[in-house]
């Protein structure tokens, strides 16, 4: 398949970039691994006579500073998997990072690009948004920052002003007695777009048996994804137990739109729900005695 | 049309070219280096046929521009054997019948070097894992990962 | 009982694996030639529309542009795959059929250009009606899609063998059920491709990624008027055709129809998404049986009826249609058979012949409906195999002789390796364990075109220095392993080391071979292969007692040598004569045999070249009915699988843990070769049962042409197979093989439905088994069970 004709460019500093994407607006694109971009440039559904390509940016790394962790926009899917700090402390990322694509896309793909694509489906938006992600935007007019659920507005459209490009993206180290997961319902068991994706956080109280904080977001089932506020609201100060997340799961099923879901999906939420919530459960309880 | 100047370093051999920027690098390994063991088999990322190494990772070239990859290691298929000398993948994938139409060989061997490359001992689940983004229609993929575990072995018996 | 064979069943690597593993072997898309032109193709964006007008003089404007073609530049051919049905032009005349239907084709300096070229061909379209769904193309006031066909009907099989419905009567035990499948698709990773170079000589050669180059060789001439003779068809490495590829394409055609407008070499490639809307893959099926049964579980009786989705033009839909009931006479013993099939025409993509052609969910049903027979029954759905299975020497109600049949060997086989008997009725709710049959032909027993010709032709020629045989032939090595299969039946034929036969094949000038369709090669090429080896082993040892006066009847070449019955070989002189030739060579034949070396140079002196013939063609098969061909062979493969499954009782997905497999073809070749066919196979169908199904939009689109989303399985869905290769020993078949690559898909949909239903206690009526369908079933017989 062939690419259409387009002007490359290599900008050598983030202010540079922002400037050439504010002088060619809605014809230029931000190009970091392309596992994206160049497949909707190839089937036509992008158009874009600029490229901007971030490859001479210093936009990758993990880094940890006090309780903040930052990850740079530019960080391939693979260099999550393999750093120690999101292995440790973010489990979601880690699922999500691990069931994205394939070995081949993981290793171009961005963590950047996969939230500024902002597809309904993306893998690695549900884990962030339960880690209560902040990204970082640097443009013409100066740098801004905001939670990640008010970066994504919808199905492709994030809150990017013209010229802006998304920097990092930060999240607090969670507590101890904190775990989590991220669970995907697919049809194959490699490269699938979730049908369902489910994302928890749980951190408890010091007794190991009651839930302090209690985070779930879900994906593919609405043009965006979404934290599930009102079963969040089911666990915060609940028991620990199969009843809670019985309920959680029960109720998580109200935040998917119904235009989307269908029975089998709203079900399917439910049991991934439950299941993510066990699994999280496990792993805090797993931190906590550690 | 503005071409860009690119150096490409493709299985030990250092090649400067100049590409427009909207060629990928299958595109340019294949017809400007003769290198056709990268397959097209779907253009968009979906079956692996197009596997090169890029500093020792597998990545679908067909998602990678010629113009990202200057100033990159490239391992093509081609780069594997030592003059008729098989490499040690190869040889198993050949005595073990991983091999029937042969399409989407290049990019699983490739891969399967990575992983050897990184992990020389590995269990059959990362095998797997490893090979997940190559897509093989003839085999039913037993063969090959009978042949990854036999080349593994015979590579740590070498280097014993 | 084991034969002595020098290399038959054997482990030998493949002749053409090296190159494969390196890279240098050659596909389609490798190969070039300078000063070739890049062709693209237009293609109709409407399922059912008349063509009112077409402007090309934009695009023949176009800087590039060498060529634009369209119907009127076309002698008005018809064309397709049976010649009772050719209902195709190469480009459309006067209107489209599908969405995807070829309109125009050109010809410019790149693809680039090429591309742009077709985006300013302007086509005005009147917009017909149309249907896609076989059901409303039957029905009164349907548009008729093909002026021929009223009702859309593209082919009716009606076919009674005893009196089914009085049989029916008297059963005790009737099962009626249904199965309805989608359409699917090859899958092979390498989409279709040609290059066409017409020369100043008038000569074309087509190179082309196809299975056949016998029937694109006939079709390419028919179509361009060209002579065959002055057609040459050259198959390169092939990426996988699994029977999508067993016909001539657009590609074929426009790219040799513009290269002889052009003068220059033509390329024409499809993309991922062109593969999908060309098709010639999987019908989409709708069938429905009544089995009925005697209490002691013997079967008398099968009424069928299938309705087959055929998309817009027969393409190998004529035999499909008859496929579908025909390859359910056996294995096992069914005295009345009763088949009613109707292949319908649509306005989508035409299906073909996909591995297995008609009978694979044919099979899934009626094995499916034989394990809800054996429930009734409370009987072991082995038990109720085994019970019906027929023998080898035994012939089906329609006629289809089972010349060798190690079913019952390979029910066995699986039953033991799987731990059957453990696992039946003892796993837990959520686990199952299921097995099903299967059988093919080892080749069809007529050519798709009516005639006389023999199916395969072998030439061995044997190289003037003695050193090695090459084999021409005209077989497709498509990655099934051929190429190998002839080397060592020639090695093993003529005596000699496998290491010293070349084999160059895939080209219509080696040698006429219908190619690799009906899991032919095998047995029909084999044959002549063997023919060949043995009429070259006979010239070159007539030639030896000729100068070395003995009688040739006392003498063999086994193990590179020439080997007598006792009576002493004085070759001295012979010897001595091959030494002085051959002065200054370090490796001269030693020991007190004299070396096939030796003898081959001996026979090209003293008679001029050696060249073995050989030529296979079956006896006339099958019955006295109508369409009684189809389904015939010289012989019949055959197998057995049992599934475990995982069905996630809360989500529907359906994980396949295991796969045991048993295959009879007759004689293993090469064994490594008849485990990676069933292995291949069980994937495919593996993939047919759970993932696999081509989607439409409203508006005849195919809505999911890529890979992502068609899904076939990835090395992570694969489950670990156990395969076990029984061998019947095939009086039909050289050295007793016969076929593996189809007749091993059969069981595979139906042990995993069959599992799957043992596992939730029913399983869909419909495939794909994706999660949603699966958990419908579960949800549905949990509320009507009252929990």
């Avoid at chain 3, 809800?372 to 006629?399: F, Y």
Wanted: charged share 25%; with cysteine.
């Amino acid at each position: 398949m062939l690419l259409p004709r387009f002007d490359y460019h290599m900008p050598m500093t983030l202010a540079e970039a922002c400037s050439i994407l504010e002088t060619y607006g809605d014809e230029a694109r931000v190009l970091a691994g392309g596992t994206d971009l160049l497949v909707d440039l190839k089937t036509g559904s992008i158009r874009a006579k600029h490229l901007v390509s971030l490859e001479r940016l210093e936009l990758s790394g993990v880094t940890q500073e006090q309780e903040r962790i930052r990850i740079g926009s530019r960080s391939t899917v693979a260099d999550l998997l393999s750093e120690d700090v999101v292995q440790r402390h973010l489990q979601p990322l880690m699922d999500g990072a691990r069931s994205l694509g394939s070995p081949q896309i993981r290793n171009r793909a961005t963590i950047g690009g996969n939230l500024c694509s902002a597809r309904p489906a993306a893998d690695l938006i549900p884990p962030l948004l339960v880690l209560d992600a902040e990204v970082y935007l640097s443009g013409p007019k100066g740098d801004r920052a905001m939670t990640l659920d008010a970066f994504i507005l919808g199905p492709g459209r994030t809150a990017l002003a013209p010229g802006e490009i998304l920097e990092q993206i930060v999240v607090d180290l969670p507590r101890a007695a904190g775990g989590g997961a991220y669970l995907k319902l697919g049809v194959r068991r490699a490269m699938e777009i979730a049908r369902v994706g489910v994302a928890v956080f749980l951190s408890l109280e010091e007794d190991g048996k009651t839930i302090r904080i209690a985070r779930i977001a879900l994906g593919a089932v609405g043009p965006r994804p979404i934290r599930a506020l009102n079963a969040e609201r089911v666990l915060t100060g609940s028991r620990a137990d199969a009843r809670t997340w019985e309920e959680a799961a029960r109720t998580a099923v109200e935040h998917a739109a119904p235009r989307t879901c269908h029975e089998f999906k709203c079900k399917a939420v439910a049991v991934l729900t439950r299941r993510a919530l066990e699994q999280a459960w496990r792993k805090a309880v797993g931190n906590g005695h550690a | 049309m503005r071409e860009h100047e690119i150096t490409l370093h493709v299985n030990g051999v250092e090649h400067r070219l100049w590409v427009p920027a909207h060629r990928s690098l299958i595109q340019v390994l294949r017809e400007d280096l003769a290198l056709t063991g990268a397959k097209h088999g779907c253009g968009v990322g979906d079956c692996g046929a197009c596997t090169v190494l890029m500093d020792g990772r597998p990545v679908n070239s067909c998602l990678v521009l010629a113009v990202q990859a200057d100033g990159h290691e490239i391992l093509t298929i081609e780069g594997l054997a030592r003059g008729s000398r098989l490499a040690p993948l190869q040889e198993s994938f050949v005595e073990k019948g991983a091999i029937q139409c042969g399409f989407c060989t290049p990019g699983m061997i490739l891969s399967a070097k990575a992983l050897l490359d990184r992990v020389p001992n590995p269990e059959e689940p990362e095998v797997r894992n490893a090979l997940a983004g190559n897509l093989c229609r003839c085999t039913g993929y037993q063969k090959i990962v009978e042949a990854v575990l036999d080349a593994a072995a015979k590579t740590r018996e070498e280097d014993l | 009982m084991k034969e002595d064979f020098q290399v038959i069943g054997s482990r030998v690597p493949r002749k053409d694996a090296p190159d494969k593993a390196t890279g240098s072997a050659r596909f389609i898309d490798d190969l070039d030639v300078s000063g070739r032109l890049y062709g693209a193709l237009l293609q109709s964006p409407l399922a059912h529309a008349r063509i009112v007008g077409m402007d090309t003089s934009r695009a023949e404007r176009l800087r590039g542009v060498r060529s634009v073609l369209t119907a009127r530049d076309i002698p008005p051919v018809k064309y397709g795959v049976s010649p009772a049905r050719y209902d195709e032009h190469v480009l459309a005349v006067e209107k489209v059929r599908y969405v995807g239907d070829e309109v125009a084709a050109v010809a410019a300096v790149d693809l680039e250009t090429a591309m742009e070229a077709v985006s300013l061909i302007r086509v005005d379209y009147d917009p017909l009606p149309y249907v896609l769904d076989p059901f409303e193309a039957m029905a009164e006031g349907a548009p008729r899609i093909h002026e021929q066909a009223p009702g859309n009907i593209c082919v009716e099989v009606h076919q009674e063998f005893g009196d089914v419905e009085a049989v029916l009567e008297s059963c005790d035990v009737i099962r009626t059920g249904c199965l309805k499948s989608k359409n699917q698709d090859g899958g092979f990773l390498e989409p279709h491709g040609s290059l066409a170079v017409y020369d100043l000589q008038g000569h074309l050669t087509l190179y082309s990624s196809t299975q056949a180059p016998h029937y694109v060789q006939r079709t390419v001439a028919m179509v361009t008027g060209l002579p065959m003779s002055r057609v040459h068809v050259i198959k390169p490495y092939v990426g996988g055709g699994f029977g999508p590829k067993a016909e001539a394409t657009p590609l074929d055609l426009c790219a040799s129809l513009l290269s002889m407008r052009t003068g220059r070499p033509v390329k024409m490639n499809y993309t991922r998404e062109q593969v999908f809307l060309h098709s010639r893959a999987r019908h989409r099926f709708f069938h429905e049986m009544s089995i009925g049964a005697l209490k002691d579980g013997t079967l008398k009786a099968l009424r069928h009826q299938c309705v087959l989705d055929g998309g817009a033009y027969a393409s190998f839909g004529i035999a499909t249609a008859y496929y579908a009931g025909s390859l359910l006479g056996g294995p096992y013993r069914l005295p009345n058979m009763k088949y009613d099939g109707y292949r319908v025409y649509t306005n989508k993509p035409a299906c073909g012949a996909q591995r297995g052609h008609g009978g694979v969910h044919a099979r899934a049903l009626f094995e499916r409906q034989l394990d809800l027979l054996a429930d009734d029954l409370g009987m072991d759905p082995v038990e109720l195999r085994l019970r019906n299975v027929m023998n080898a020497g035994e012939t089906t109600c329609n006629q289809l002789n089972m010349s060798s049949l190690g079913m019952r060997e390979c029910i066995e086989a699986v039953a033991a390796k799987s731990g059957w008997k453990q696992k039946r009725g003892a796993l837990p709710r959520g686990k199952g364990i299921g097995m099903a049959c299967g059988f093919f032909v080892s080749g069809a027993g007529y050519p798709i075109y009516r005639s006389e010709t023999p199916h395969s032709t072998i030439r061995l020629e044997v190289h003037e220095d003695g050193g090695g045989v090459t084999v021409y032939t005209g077989s497709a090595e498509i990655g099934q392993g051929s190429d190998t299969v002839v080397a060592m039946i020639a090695a093993e034929a003529l005596g000699i080391s496998y290491s010293d036969v070349l084999v160059r094949s895939g080209s219509t000038d080696y040698s006429l071979d219908l190619g690799a369709y009906s899991s032919r090669q095998t047995l029909m090429t084999g044959h002549a292969v063997k023919r060949a080896a043995e009429d070259a082993k006979r010239k070159i040892l007539e030639a030896v007692a000729d100068v070395l006066v003995v009688d040739p009847q006392g003498l063999d070449i086994r193990r590179g040598v020439v080997e007598t019955d006792g009576t002493p070989l004085d070759f001295a002189a012979s010897r001595m004569r091959y030494v002085q030739e051959h002065r200054g060579w370090t490796d001269h034949p030693t020991g007190d045999r004299l070396t096939f070396r030796e003898a081959a140079r001996l026979a090209f002196i003293r008679n001029g070249p050696v060249v073995g013939l050989g030529s296979y063609k079956p006896p006339p098969l099958g019955g006295e009915y109508k369409g009684a061909a189809v389904g015939t062979s010289p012989a019949f493969g055959c197998s057995a699988q049992v599934a475990e499954v995982t069905v996630d009782l809360e989500t529907g997905q359906v994980v396949v843990e295991s796969v045991t497999g048993a295959h009879d073809c007759g004689r293993a070749i090469n064994l490594t070769q008849v485990e990676a066919q069933m292995q291949g196979a069980m994937s495919m169908g593996l993939g047919e049962a759970l993932f696999e199904e081509v989607r439409f939009d409203e508006t005849g689109r195919v809505a999911n042409p890529t890979l992502g989303e068609y899904r076939i399985p990835t090395i992570l869905d694969m489950p670990k197979i156990e395969c076990v290769v029984v061998e019947s020993d095939e009086p039909n078949g050289p050295y007793g093989a016969k076929e593996v690559g189809e007749g091993a898909i059969m069981p595979t949909i139906p042990a995993i439905l069959n599992a799957v239903k043992d596992a939730v206690g029913s399983a869909p009526d419909e495939l794909p088994l994706h999660p949603q369908r699966v958990l419908g079933v579960i949800m549905r017989d949990g509320e009507s069970s009252g929990s």
